[in-house]
């Protein structure tokens, strides 16, 4: 399959290459560009906001929105082009071979990305299919990992580049496109606003870095009767208690298990000054926590959230261990506090926050994929097999969802009312900023639908930033987020005070 791609001159830019090697590793035997005039030409407006940002920020010279030699890109006539992606602003037919365009909140090119980082945050992205005037694939970008608006609009190409591969694949949405609003023009007096407020964020965050620690996680825990958050949808009911931590290490991603009428929870324990996440332990009773938390399990990678399970008499644990490439799973050889790496389900893959389900006699792996580019929190990927140990098999549709709002795993699975539901992060304001529930509609190994119903964040019942975690087991039910913590201990102590 010969596809190509439709690019102004002027807009020819380091994430096609991505785009490039992402297609061959599809249906397509050749990937080729057809360079046309610029039409319209870069606006004033975002040149100057790329050009500031880079003395601002500092110049990245392998960022997807760095300017590329158009002669890097491979190039030809329309001669036997299977599929057209257009990423102009134009609007150019292409006879009968099937054409498609990009669409950032209904309207076409860089200009318009650029519009709507500007005004509305990250943007809704469509892939049009120009015969049919339906969606052929859609979703939007997580920016938690973008420095600035070329970041951003960076973050964002990198997720069409991953919507225009499901295309190629033969993966079709068959949506209603939204319907396209007027095109913000965006004023150099915008652009000053936006790049002042940016520098004002750095220079606070800077501050910030030298008096508090930057994303300090706290578990909260509680023991209740009946279905707890998962039923009310909220977090009332019996008040939350913080498992204390020490002062220069914050605990997240609590996972608890129950055996012999016994608690334990498990979590990720990451240390400040070295980043590195491992997986630690504690017994806990209605009167608390037994003891001090205790590290289980440690390797020469971070590790972080800890799916704790038990299954055929034994213990089993698989946490991310997504800089390392791979998904493992752990065995108990003594519970709870020593731990074996038993098999390695994937490898070759970054993949956070593996789930499993054992569902309608398949198992099933949810987890959010990276492919070395983009947010961390975006792009849902399914895998099923027969047995535990696998062979473990990509879902046909995989990224299955890409979505910042409704991606990423936040605790096990639960059933409710025959239902099956997933805990799952929302994204949009930042990583685990909030958490949402999401009803699995459809599960097969060619299919999947969710639909993404109530969504918490954090209040007076659970003060603090964030809220991304949801798990319970019998009556013990847990969560996390995060909260301000300032470095002086005795600050923190004065803050713990008057929190109470």
Same mark, same amino acid.
């Given at each position: ?32 560009? $057809? ?15 790329? $050009? ?80 049919? =005037? ?56 915008? /652009? ?18 030298? +008096? ?75 009167? =608390?926590? /037994? ?16 799916? /704790? ?5 034994? +213990? ?10 791979? /998904? ?173």
């Amino acid at each position: 399959m010969k596809v190509e791609i439709i690019v102004e001159k002027d807009r020819c830019r380091r994430w096609l290459l991505h785009l490039t090697e992402l297609l061959k590793t599809s249906q397509s035997d050749e990937v080729v560009y $057809q360079l046309i005039k610029p039409s319209p030409p870069v606006s004033r407006e975002l040149k100057t906001a790329l $050009q500031l940002e880079e003395r601002i920020l500092g110049a990245d010279p392998f960022s997807g929105m760095s300017r590329l030699d158009p002669s890097e890109l491979p190039q030809t006539s329309r001669k036997d082009t299977d599929l057209f992606f257009d990423l102009t602003a134009g609007g150019s037919e292409y006879g009968s071979s099937k054409s498609f365009e990009v669409r950032y909140n209904g309207a076409c090119g860089e200009e318009a990305l650029f519009s709507a980082l500007m005004s509305e945050g990250t943007p809704l992205i469509e892939v049009i299919d120009r015969q049919a =005037g339906t969606v052929a694939a859609c979703g939007t970008a997580s920016l938690e990992a973008a420095r600035g608006l070329g970041g951003a609009m960076d973050a964002v190409y990198s997720r069409v580049a991953v919507l225009i591969k499901k295309v190629v694949e033969g993966s079709h949405a068959h949506g209603t496109p939204i319907k396209a609003e007027a095109l913000q023009v965006v004023t150099q007096k915008q /652009v000053l606003i936006r790049l002042l407020r940016e520098t004002a964020v750095t220079l606070v965050r800077s501050v910030y870095r030298a +008096f508090f620690y930057t994303s300090h996680w706290r578990v909260g825990w509680r023991f209740v009767d009946g279905e707890g958050v998962a039923g009310t949808r909220d977090l009332s009911g019996e008040p939350w208690h913080v498992l204390k931590s020490p002062h220069d290490t914050f605990f997240a991603d609590p996972f608890p298990i129950e055996t012999d009428g016994r608690y334990y929870l498990f979590f990720e324990a990451l240390p400040h000054d070295t980043q590195k996440g491992v997986i630690s332990m504690v017994q806990m009773t209605q009167d =608390g926590p /037994v003891g001090e938390a205790s590290t289980v399990l440690e390797e020469p990678w971070h590790l972080s959230y800890p799916f /704790v399970f038990k299954r055929d008499g034994e +213990f089993w644990m698989i946490p991310e261990s997504s800089t390392n490439n791979e /998904v493992v799973l752990y065995r108990a050889a003594r519970f709870p506090d020593q731990w074996e790496r038993h098999t390695v389900l994937l490898t070759g893959v970054e993949a956070a926050d593996a789930t499993i389900i054992e569902y309608e006699g398949r198992f099933w792996m949810f987890a959010v994929t990276r492919n070395g580019v983009g947010g961390y929190s975006d792009c849902l990927s399914v895998y099923y097999a027969d047995d535990l140990l696998g062979p473990w098999h990509a879902h046909e549709q995989n990224p299955v969802l890409v979505d910042d709002r409704a991606a990423r795993p936040a605790g096990r699975f639960f059933l409710q009312g025959g239902e099956l539901w997933r805990p799952v992060q929302d994204c949009r304001y930042g990583y685990g900023a909030a958490l949402a529930f999401a009803r699995v509609d459809e599960l097969s190994p060619t299919t999947f639908q969710q639909s993404v119903h109530e969504t918490l964040t954090p209040g007076p019942l659970w003060p603090g930033r964030k809220l991304h975690t949801l798990n319970k087991v019998g009556d013990l039910e847990v969560i996390d987020g995060c909260t301000y913590h300032p470095k002086s201990e005795l600050a923190a102590k004065m803050k713990a005070f008057f929190d109470r």
